[in-house]
């Protein structure tokens, strides 16, 4: 992703590195998008498996992490804010509390897949393969797309740690942050993934 | 090369920006970029057309030939793996698209120059798993390159490394679009509305558009492939509420659209040479320009009609068939706005041109033939034969092939400042040409007869044009050495060109051949272009 | 240089938007207690697009950029949408799976 | 005109013959307009380009005549497809098993042959089965194709109009031996069809229990019967015999008695054969019972070496 908004040319086009990273991101939708096409042709085919299986989520478990990233993408937009203002100390402190949100979600997501994997109900696992058809395709999607979008939040993570360092050696400054306006952009985008991933798999049932 | 060297302008890009293979891998240069991209699609293009002409080889009697049949289902399967992945759907945009997308719109470089070289190592990882195939593990995948569920999750052989090839190349095929669209939007020379760019932006830039939001869904879609046959779960199997034919669609929701990946910009290729050597303004400009954006949306509407005989609900069908027909017409607009341009010019049949005319033929035929397969009850017949096999390289191959070699023949002399030789280039496109119908009418004519394909051995009644098709394809392939050595003695020992050989009307003119690194001496002002002269 | 961004966001605004985030999302936990039956996945999806909004809109500055990226996120929706409603027409009309 | 083979043979050649004959006259009016454009304004000849002048109606009028002509043909396509998908009440029913690499045609009264034997004049329903991968029972003669799903109940129809034999091929990739996968579709006079329908099955008198259901569980898609090897080890001298197999990576020396070829039926790809590839044989647990294991040894058991 890095390398979507670095340019040789001397001439900067701020513009025009943004609409590269929405181009960017439109591929990520997309590559989720062709999971949800998948979740819900299979939700469709096998309505009450999958409502079945969703009761075995905990509603407490994704609603915190919901606010968790819901309030790591009021920290990461604050932080560009602050840059704005030439605040950068205050930005490098609402970059690193979103980081710690990151972390936070992450932990509930380990403790999470653990409780499920300890159930057996990772793919491939006994229990797994014993479930009714269509149950186990539901923890699949489950363990797919919550997996590909914990892939985006350290992928995320990387990106956000990038900022912070270039804000240390005052590469960003008020005049030129398009770099963490593109860090904040790609991570509004891993919350809205979620925002749709979480009433999916958590509350429909 | 040294001896004529003087006789090119010296602050060429080949000079400047370092000698030397380092200087090379690690450019961001477009040119050199693109040039990269050439050498290497041309390599496994070869390696392509090796495996055809074995394959065609394989068919010439029923029975046995020269391989088993576990190696011709491999040879088709890598035969279209590279020819699709590797060549028609990176060919036009990434060779001709990096190198003339900025030259097109006065521009010194694309939008993001590093992300341009690393899509390139892309590209090379991408092709190198692939090929990693012949000699690694249970060798190279048997399923043909649609990779169908569950034959693809079943099979013993090599699938999930030439899945993983696939999704390696979608992601640089999505980089180089990503670039292209950001360089048209924000790096037109001062004075270049969106309508007084060049024809061939406008195809780049459809094309762009659905290599960004196409490709991710047969991304996601190979990574099942390979999950599936990671865990044995199920993905796709009714048993545990799958469905196999969700495979397909998520396979078609991009394939389709990447079929216009391959045409479109063979059609921006053909809408820049016909102006110029008919002497006159594109008739219809913008007709063709909105045509290049109605294909690349209602191309995303169609990709069911390769599921006709899937078992796909009745109104899929119906609905799908409606679609595809309405994505013909967007085309044959194209071809009536070439036709009028024709029309009152002052024709100079240039190899470039010829290729052209060439394209329009094939890609009639093809585009026609197409419509066989879009009516229900005629894809009910043919579908899964040898008439699409005809089909499909017609469109692709006479379409996109050819749309490359013009593209190749018109702007050869801007990137090497050298000329070849014309007479010997028209000699290479009618062998090629003639090659090509005999190699491919037959099959038409096979499939009608109830030929299916990816058969290695086939009834006894099919051997007389499977004959006449192999003895084509000997021929298309003399045509193809032709041309290939006509075009690599040029670049070495052809005469230097000038800037403008053509006297085209575009900026990439305006500059010197080869184009200087930062491609123009001083910064380009867009004028609207005086055609008739 | 075009990078004044002057039209910003207060930060009071933002924190507005975050504490109507979260009202959203407690509505829609509440919503899936409340058995809709056939509405519960259009519900759920509805709270969800207007929380996706919210975020585009005023997090990822869709409010303020130029109307070239509005159209293209449009484009993109209009698209998946697609994608999803004609693969409907084959699954919505199938007969039953044996 | 039409072979009339079958009822959908006329719909599905009109369609055909109209797209064709639109399509003949674009392509040859077009080609013809190229040819005679490079020579009339050729530049020699027309040393003067005329400027080009933009023409809105000729632009609407060649959107417009297209536009119609492709929604006419799709009419026509949909017209000659519709009857596939309306099938007769009183359509003979069969089951159709396509397997890798052979199909097996079974009727009402549990008569079974690998020929699909049918009444002419008759409608015939193709009920569409696969226990493997996806698999297209293809009568070109009929202009008839629909694709064998395997968990999906894809059936098919169509009306035989003439007495004879026609071909029956695979047209979905199935694997190795795709191009093998053909049978016939054999047409018979109804008192014919009546004869053999009603006719004791012959193949029980002939063949052992075994080989009958060794044809019906297509495992001679795969084992020859004469030594001959296809993608699987041949049966030919197999019962009691020394066999290399690879167990887990690990060769081994086994012989080939009854317990090894059970488990060979049940669970294929635990113990492989050395050169034979990995992973392809179906798993035949729940679809073959103890019985029928073991005429199945008792038939293999008569392949003696010779």
């Known amino acids: 992703m890095n390398e979507t908004i670095t340019s040789h040319a001397v001439h900067r086009d701020d513009e025009a590195s943004k609409i590269g990273m929405w181009l960017f991101l439109f591929t990520e939708l997309l590559l989720f998008g062709g999971l949800f096409l998948v979740y819900t042709i299979y939700r469709h085919l096998n309505s009450a498996a999958f409502a079945n299986a969703a009761g075995e989520l905990s509603v407490l478990f994704g609603t915190i992490n919901t606010i968790v990233l819901i309030t790591s993408s009021l920290t990461i937009a604050l932080s560009i804010s602050a840059i704005k203002n030439n605040n950068a100390k205050r930005a490098k402190i609402m970059l690193w509390l979103t980081l710690i949100f990151a972390l936070i979600f992450m932990i509930n997501k380990y403790f999470e897949w653990s409780a499920k994997i300890h159930h057996g109900l990772f793919p491939g696992m006994e229990h797994f393969m014993s479930l009714p058809p269509g149950e186990g395709l539901f923890f699949l999607l489950y363990f797919f797309m919550t997996g590909l979008h914990a892939f985006h939040i350290i992928a995320g993570s990387i990106f956000i740690a990038v900022v912070i360092a270039q804000l240390n050696k005052s590469k960003i400054t008020q005049d030129d942050y398009v770099l963490q306006e593109n860090a904040g952009l790609y991570w509004h985008l891993v919350d809205v993934i979620w925002i749709y991933l979480f009433p999916l798999f958590y509350l429909i049932h | ?533 | 240089m075009e990078n004044n961004h002057s039209h910003s966001i207060s930060d009071k605004t933002y924190i507005f938007i975050w504490v109507s985030l979260l009202i959203l999302t407690f509505l829609s936990v509440e919503a899936s207690f409340v058995h809709f039956r056939a509405f519960a996945v259009g519900v759920a999806l509805f709270i969800a697009t207007a929380k996706a909004f919210i975020v585009a809109y005023y997090f990822m500055h869709l409010k303020f950029d130029s109307k070239i990226i509005g159209i293209m996120v449009l484009v993109t929706g209009i698209v998946f949408l697609t994608f999803i409603i004609l693969t409907f027409f084959d699954y919505g009309f199938r007969e039953p799976i044996v | ?306």
Request: a neutral charge.
């Open chain 4, 1 to 306: 005109m039409f072979s009339n083979a079958s009822s959908f043979v006329e719909g599905v050649d009109i369609a055909f013959f109209i797209i064709i004959g639109i399509s003949l006259v674009f392509l040859v009016g077009i080609t013809a307009a190229m040819i005679y454009f490079v020579i009339k304004y050729n530049k020699k000849r027309h040393p003067k380009a005329e400027p080009t002048k933009d023409n809105f109606q000729l632009e609407i009028f060649w959107t417009v005549i297209p536009t119609l002509l492709v929604l006419g043909m799709f009419y026509y396509g949909w017209v000659g497809y519709r009857p596939m998908r309306i099938i007769p009440k009183n359509a003979i029913p069969v089951k159709v098993t396509a397997k890798m690499w052979s199909w097996s045609f079974e009727y009402e009264n549990g008569k079974w042959d690998s020929l699909l034997i049918v009444p002419v004049n008759k409608p015939v329903k193709l009920e569409l089965f696969s226990p493997d991968v996806l698999h297209s029972l293809y009568i070109p003669a009929f202009r008839v194709k629909e694709d064998v799903v395997p968990g999906i109940a894809n059936v098919m129809w169509f009306k035989a109009q003439k007495e004879g034999t026609y071909n029956i091929l695979c047209a979905e990739y199935c694997g190795q031996r795709h191009s093998y996968m053909l049978s016939k579709v054999k047409v018979l006079s109804q008192k014919e069809y009546e004869k053999w329908y009603n006719a004791k099955d012959t193949l029980a008198e002939k063949m052992m229990p075994g080989e009958i259901l060794m044809k019906k569980q297509a495992c001679i898609a795969c084992h020859s019967t004469d030594g001959s090897k296809l993608v699987g080890p041949s049966f030919k001298g197999l019962y009691g015999s020394k066999v290399t197999v690879l167990v887990n990576g690990e060769k081994k020396e086994i012989i080939a008695d009854d317990e090894y070829i059970k488990n060979s039926i049940l669970d294929p790809n635990s113990e492989v054969v050395e050169g034979f590839p990995q992973g392809i044989m179906t798993n035949y647990s729940g679809q073959i019972s103890e019985d029928e294991i073991k005429q199945f040894i008792e038939y293999i058991k008569t392949l003696k070496d010779d």
């Open chain 2, 1 to 533: 090369m040294s001896t004529e060297q003087t006789a090119l302008p010296a602050d060429n890009f080949f000079n400047q920006g370092g000698k030397g293979l380092m200087s090379w891998l690690t450019t961001t240069d477009h040119k050199r970029i693109g040039l990269l991209y050439m050498y290497s699609i041309a390599i496994f293009f070869s390696v392509a057309v090796i495996l055809g002409l074995l394959m065609r080889l394989e068919l010439i009697a029923p029975g046995k030939t020269i391989m088993e049949a576990s190696t011709y289902n491999k040879t088709f399967t890598l035969h279209g793996v590279i020819m699709i992945f590797l060549f028609i759907i990176p060919g036009i945009p990434a060779v001709f698209g990096n190198f003339f997308v900025p030259l097109l719109m006065g521009a010194d470089d694309v939008a993001f120059p590093r992300l341009n070289l690393m899509s390139w190592y892309l590209y090379i990882i991408g092709a190198a798993i692939a090929l990693s195939t012949l000699v690694f593990g249970e060798g190279s995948a048997d399923t043909g390159w649609t990779f169908y569920a569950p034959y693809s999750v079943k099979t013993g052989t090599n699938v999930s490394t030439s899945v993983f090839a696939a999704f390696v190349l979608g992601f640089s095929s999505i980089l180089t679009g990503l670039n292209f669209l950001t360089t048209i939007h924000r790096m037109r020379a001062p004075g270049m509305g969106w309508f007084d760019m060049p024809l061939y932006l406008w195809s780049t830039y459809a094309t762009s558009w659905i290599q960004i939001l196409a490709t991710p869904i047969i991304g996601i879609t190979l990574l099942m492939i390979i999950a599936e046959r990671a865990l044995g779960v199920g993905l796709f199997d009714p048993s545990l509420g799958g469905d196999p034919i969700l495979y397909q669609h998520l396979f078609w929701i991009y394939s389709h659209p990447a079929v216009y990946i391959m045409i479109l910009p063979a059609m921006g290729v053909v809408s820049e040479i016909i102006p110029v050597f008919s002497r006159r303004r594109m008739f219809g400009y913008k007709a063709i320009a909105f045509s290049s954006l109605a294909i690349a949306f209602v191309g995303y509407l169609v990709w069911g009609h390769h599921m006709f005989t899937s078992g796909m609900s009745g109104p899929a069908r119906i609905i799908f068939s409606i679609l595809t027909f309405l994505v013909a017409i967007p085309s044959a607009i194209k071809v009536f706005n070439w036709l009028a341009t024709l029309n009152k010019g002052s024709i100079d049949l240039q190899p470039p041109l010829l290729y052209s005319l060439g394209f329009i033929f094939l890609f009639l035929i093809g585009g026609l033939t197409g419509l066989v397969n879009g009516a229900l009850a005629t894809n009910t017949h043919i579908h899964d034969t040898a008439f699409i096999v005809g089909h499909f390289h017609y469109v692709m191959f006479g379409g996109t092939g050819f749309g490359f070699f013009a593209a190749m023949h018109y702007w050869f002399p801007k990137m090497y400042g050298r000329m070849y030789n014309i007479k010997r280039a028209t000699r290479a496109f009618w062998v090629t040409f003639i090659g090509f119908n005999i190699l491919y009418f037959p099959m038409f004519i096979l499939g009608l007869e109830g030929m299916p394909r990816r058969y290695y051995d086939y009834l006894p009644e099919f051997q007389g044009w499977q004959v006449v098709s192999t003895v084509g394809s000997w021929i298309l392939v003399t045509g193809l050495i032709m041309m290939f050595v006509n075009i690599i003695r040029g670049a070495r020992k052809g005469k230097p060109a000038g800037d403008d050989p053509w006297n085209g009307y575009t900026m990439e003119w305006e500059t010197s051949s080869p184009p200087p690194l930062e491609n123009f001496h001083q910064a380009p002002v867009f004028k609207k272009p005086t055609y008739e002269d």
